[in-house]
């Protein structure tokens, strides 16, 4: 490789690298400045008291001298740094546009660089992100023939450090190859968090329309990630992920059905209207919470169900009684008796959404003016009179 390439390997990262180093000397020069002063004060004091101003003033002299010297170089080194750093993302910024330029032309018809350093696959990378479609694919095929993602496949599984590791796994995640979805299944169980969660999103990335999910479920639900990192995976992965989500609303572990009916009301409530009866029956309160949100959600309205919605009101969880209040709201005709109930519910959010789907009809606007004025309960009252709207004088 010539010194140019040897260069443009460094360039990137020089700021980074090379903080460490000037940081080491400003604290070497800080703390020797410090033990001087130190040193010399004590020697200022032992000549004051033995009443020798000559020495003193020398003393002090010498330590102006030493101080004034330090800011002098302290001064120059950060002059230094940000100017010979600025000088290098000049470089860089040049040699990157150059290879965009050269990139781009090879789009338009010319031919392909015969080798790309540093900085040439970092620009190439960054127009395959900015072009997701055929362009993306001739890029991406030209990173693969000429080495690269089979070098970075190489070093995500096996590199030397997890910094390499990282940094080449975060490559193949931008390129968005299938080819390289063995690695990233390989990689969802690995030791290091940062490179378990970068091929999570390198699984999810690969998704399009037709795409067979891999089996993903027993390492999502083994304890490696989060129930809020398997969620954005699976809202992630959009249309695809239905086998999983639905799979998941029949597993034992309640915190993974709740993820389950949370994540089918994200992606497409209706496509999941099929799921919600039993899951109303749930025995798990926050599934059954869930499954009132996917029915006001998706807007569902089998009559059988809505009796089964209404009966929900008396739940013990104050989450599902919340819930139902919610899903009230969206009958044709909302039970105005039933939310004037609960909106003398002790929950603040069961108030809350009563008062809302109150606001849904005009019968119900007419029953939360009413329970402005006249409502048992008195946080009734004061929820009442907080949704009716503004223009309307509160009795």
């Known amino acids: 490789m010539d010194r140019s390439a040897g260069w443009?390997?460094?360039?990137?990262?020089?700021?980074?690298f090379q903080l460490l180093p000037f940081t080491g000397m400003a604290l070497g020069i800080s703390v020797t400045l410090t033990v001087t002063m130190i040193v010399f004060t004590y020697l200022l004091f032992l000549n004051l008291f033995a009443q020798s101003f000559a020495r003193s003033l020398l003393v002090v002299l010498f330590v102006l001298g030493v101080v004034t010297l330090t800011l002098v170089l302290l001064t120059v080194t950060q002059l230094l740094y940000v100017t010979v750093t600025a000088r290098r993302d000049a470089q860089v910024t040049a040699q990157a546009r150059a290879w965009e330029a050269h990139l781009t032309a090879f789009l338009a018809g010319a031919d392909p660089p015969a080798t790309l350093d540093v900085t040439g696959a970092r620009a190439l990378l960054h127009l395959r992100e900015a072009r997701p479609g055929p362009d993306g694919a001739r890029l991406a095929a030209l990173y693969d023939t000429l080495g690269l993602r089979a070098h970075d496949e190489c070093v995500a599984r096996s590199g030397r450090n997890?910094?390499?590791?990282?940094?080449?796994?975060?490559?193949?995640?931008?390129?968005?190859?299938?080819?390289?979805?063995?690695?990233?299944l390989a990689l969802l169980d690995d030791a290091s968090t940062s490179l378990r969660l970068l091929a999570l999103l390198g699984v999810t990335r690969l998704a399009r329309p037709g795409w067979a999910a891999p089996p993903l479920l027993p390492?999502?639900?083994?304890?490696?990630?989060?129930?809020?990192?398997?969620?954005?995976?699976?809202?992630?992965?959009?249309?695809?992920?239905?086998?999983?989500?639905?799979?998941?609303?029949?597993?034992?572990?309640?915190?993974?059905?709740?993820?389950?009916?949370?994540?089918?009301?994200?992606?497409?409530?209706?496509?999941?209207?099929?799921?919600?009866?039993?899951?109303?029956?749930d025995a798990s309160a926050g599934v059954r919470a869930g499954a009132l949100?996917?029915?006001?959600?998706?807007?569902?309205?089998?009559?059988?169900?809505?009796?089964?919605?209404?009966?929900?009101?008396?739940?013990?969880?104050?989450?599902?009684?919340?819930?139902?209040?919610?899903?009230l709201g969206t009958f044709p005709r909302p039970p105005v008796r039933t939310?004037?109930?609960?909106?003398?519910d002790p929950n603040?959010?069961?108030?809350?959404?009563?008062?809302?789907?109150?606001?849904?009809?005009?019968?119900?606007?007419?029953?939360?003016?009413?329970?402005?004025?006249?409502?048992?309960?008195?946080?009734a009252r004061d929820m009442a009179r907080a949704a009716l709207p503004q223009s309307e004088p509160t009795p």
């Open 348 to 379: 603040w959010w069961v108030r809350h959404h009563a008062a809302r789907s109150l606001q849904a009809s005009g019968e119900g606007r007419a029953a939360l003016r009413e329970a402005a004025a006249r409502h048992p309960d008195r946080f």
């Open 339 to 344: 939310l004037w109930r609960l909106l003398g």
């Open 162 to 184: 997890t910094t390499d590791r990282t940094m080449a796994l975060e490559r193949l995640v931008t390129l968005r190859d299938d080819r390289s979805l063995p690695v990233f």
């Open 219 to 281: 390492v999502l639900t083994s304890g490696l990630f989060s129930t809020q990192q398997v969620r954005e995976a699976l809202c992630l992965l959009g249309a695809q992920a239905e086998p999983l989500v639905r799979t998941l609303t029949a597993d034992p572990r309640d915190p993974w059905r709740e993820l389950a009916v949370d994540t089918a009301g994200r992606l497409d409530p209706p496509r999941y209207a099929d799921l919600v009866p039993d899951l109303l029956r």
């Open 8 to 16: 443009s390997r460094v360039q990137p990262m020089w700021r980074e």
């Open 293 to 327: 949100r996917l029915y006001a959600a998706g807007r569902l309205d089998p009559p059988p169900l809505r009796r089964e919605v209404w009966q929900l009101s008396r739940d013990s969880a104050w989450a599902v009684r919340a819930m139902s209040a919610q899903a």
